[in-house]
């Protein structure tokens, strides 16, 4: 299928079997959600090609046919109503149980527990869909997709279904899916995060430029393997080029001293210009917290911070911007931007002094130099930068929030989970950026749950446990296995 002279598929193929869970890879731009438009309806192909469901051919650029055969859709845009209960989110989509023009509340509350229980939610469906986590309201969508009121299910398509989700939220989703695949649906499942390939999903398939480049077993993958499937060595570039990097400076640009801040119970450590520090820790550990504590997003408890030697005041972020500290946050929706505001206004938001010309803003500079900056990270579409943050890609949008604050030329780079959620392509430029930061002798520490991404990345891993530092890796010593054994060593 081709839009103009882009070809967005080209000759793919690929088998889902009845109650298996087959896990779709790719960069954005491969062709994924070309694919999954056209199963839709949304799309219609070039001639020549077919697909079937369960035997019977699909009509294309039908919706109607598509749901008749049995293909039902978990988009990234949920669709459920927050001031509606579970139950009649459930209906919505399939009709209320009704007699004489009244719905049956009673046959509908017995149908709705049925259907939570079917892919292993325990909820009560009289509750509001607004106080649900991240992961039950996915749960609730796929439970509301395979529900036998709406027909039946031979196809579950679900598009990057943990792209938002916290860590201890993803478990209890992946848990969902596989319930949905024992139904027996085949389950297509849509995500960046490897890990949940090899948890999950039993054959992974791996698109580029449109071209299905691999279709594999997940028992006869290595993490390694898929990697070079989507992108080639990746990990293995960027472990080279910060081993490439010179050596840090002698001078401790971050101190960090016994710092406190929720889970965190103690801290303390000081990054060099031009190093590379990573964080590491299981969920619980203090991980998530220490980066916001030290840029001041959270108010520590106890603890000091120092840049070049200079105390930085507790909670205030804007002094640590002033002290040329940069922070990007794990959730950019949440915290990282404004998604209701163009590219060029977030990219520029946190220095405008050179943009400022009393009484008025000069956007006509704002959307040069924001075109600059896409240019140097890749953003695309490239001249996207009038428009909302929100409608721009996950990569897109984390690469205009990492240049933001690049652009302020900071000494102290702090990066949360710089690449969740973020397709190959995307983490493997971000990277690039991150090397080139420390290069330009920043102070760059990464905390993630991406254990291979900081040991490929970094020169140090600190690795926190029960809020404590308890290893300080570098050199021979670092591997993920040795992280690993950090992390989870028992409590003394």
């Known amino acids: 299928m081709a839009f103009g002279p882009t070809v967005a598929l080209d000759d793919v193929a690929l088998t889902v079997e009845r109650g298996q869970v087959h896990a779709l890879l790719g960069e954005n731009g491969s062709g994924k959600s070309t694919l999954i438009k056209i199963l839709a309806g949304y799309h219609r192909p070039d001639p020549g090609g077919r697909v079937l469901v369960a035997g019977r051919a699909l009509s294309f650029g039908n919706p109607v046919n598509a749901a008749s055969l049995g293909c039902r859709f978990v988009h990234q845009d949920l669709g459920l109503v927050d001031t509606l209960s579970v139950a009649e989110n459930l209906f919505l989509t399939s009709g209320f149980p009704a007699r004489w023009g009244t719905i049956r509340w009673a046959r509908l509350l017995r149908a709705a527990r049925d259907d939570l229980a079917r892919v292993g939610l325990d909820l009560d469906p009289r509750q509001p869909v607004a106080g649900l986590s991240p992961a039950v309201r996915t749960g609730l969508a796929v439970a509301r997709a395979l529900r036998p009121g709406a027909g039946n299910v031979a196809l579950l398509v679900l598009d990057e279904p943990t792209a938002t989700l916290p860590d201890d939220e993803v478990r209890q989703l992946l848990a969902t899916v596989r319930a949905a695949a024992a139904t027996g649906a085949g389950v297509l499942y849509v995500t960046h995060h490897l890990d949940e390939v090899f948890d999950i999903a039993d054959v992974a398939t791996v698109l580029r430029d449109g071209r299905v480049v691999a279709s594999s077993a997940v028992p006869d993958l290595t993490r390694t393997r898929l990697v070079n499937q989507l992108l080639g060595s990746e990990l293995d570039e960027a472990h080279a080029s910060s081993q490439a990097l010179p050596p840090p400076r002698a001078n401790a640009v971050l101190r960090v001293h016994d710092l ?17 520090v990573g964080i590491a820790g299981l969920t619980g550990s203090g991980r998530e917290s220490a980066l916001a504590a030290v840029f001041g997003a959270v108010h520590p408890e106890g603890g000091d911070v120092l840049v070049d030697s200079t105390p930085l005041r507790p909670g205030h972020p804007r002094r640590a911007i002033d002290a040329g500290v940069a922070y990007l946050p794990a959730d950019r929706k ?6 209701s505001l163009p590219a060029a206004a977030n990219l520029t938001l946190p220095d405008l002094r050179a943009l400022w010309r009393p009484p008025m803003l000069r956007l006509g500079a704002e959307r040069v130099e924001a075109r600059s900056w896409f240019s140097r990270l890749d953003v695309r579409p490239a001249g996207a930068v009038h428009l909302p943050l929100a409608a721009l890609s996950g ?52 905390s993630s749950a991406d254990v291979d991404e900081l040991v490929a990345l970094c020169h140090r891993v600190v690795v926190l446990r029960g809020g404590h530092a308890v290893a300080d890796l570098s050199g021979p010593a670092l591997s993920v296995p040795a992280v690993n054994r950090a992390a989870l060593a028992a409590e003394r």
């Open 260 to 276: 406190a801040a929720g889970q965190l119970r103690s801290l303390s450590l000081q990054v060099r210009a031009g190093e590379l």
């Open 334 to 339: 949440a915290h990282g931007g404004i998604m």
């Open 395 to 446: 990569g897109n949008q984390q690469k205009v929030l990492l240049a933001k604050w690049l652009r302020c030329r900071p000494r102290v780079l702090l990066l949360d989970e710089p690449t969740q959620g973020v397709d190959i392509g995307a983490k493997a430029q971000i990277h690039q950026r991150i090397v080139a930061a420390a290069d330009d002798g920043a102070a760059v520490v990464v």
